[in-house]
């Protein structure tokens, strides 16, 4: 699957933001979808993941409860609302995707992952 990530930009503390992924190739239905981040200086890190039918999501303890992955099959595109944004949330996103064979199977690794999108500038200013 090939990954075209958008939506990022520099917002205010406690404001809020949608990144968008799109997928080129099918079958994007069975690919596990997530998002990770990487600051400057630091390692990539996971943020969010939805497995391919979008009814299992995992997520990272520091964005629990502020951000929403999500998925929509018909037009090969996942969502990562993020909400309440800090400044520590500051860095480039990726979107990742992998062939899954389980439903629920949601892996949270990078080395997971086989595709990647080329990621999103989200600035966050305090």
């Known amino acids: 699957v090939q990954l075209q990530a958008s939506g990022g930009g520099l917002v205010q503390a406690g404001d809020s933001l949608t990144l968008s992924c799109a997928g080129s190739r099918r079958p994007f239905n069975m690919n596990a979808m997530a998002w990770f981040r990487q600051a400057p200086g630091k390692e990539r890190e996971f943020v969010a993941a939805i497995g391919r039918g979008g009814y299992n999501t995992k997520y990272a303890d520091p964005v629990k409860g502020r951000f929403t992955i999500s998925r929509d099959n018909a037009r090969n595109t996942v969502a990562l609302q993020m909400d309440k944004l800090k400044s520590e949330d500051t860095a480039v996103y990726f979107c990742?995707?992998?062939?899954?064979?389980?439903?629920?199977?949601?892996?949270?690794?990078?080395?997971?992952?086989?595709?990647w999108g080329q990621g999103t500038q989200v600035t966050v200013s305090s």
């Open positions: 990742a995707s992998k062939y899954v064979r389980r439903a629920d199977f949601v892996p949270v690794t990078p080395d997971d992952y086989q595709d």
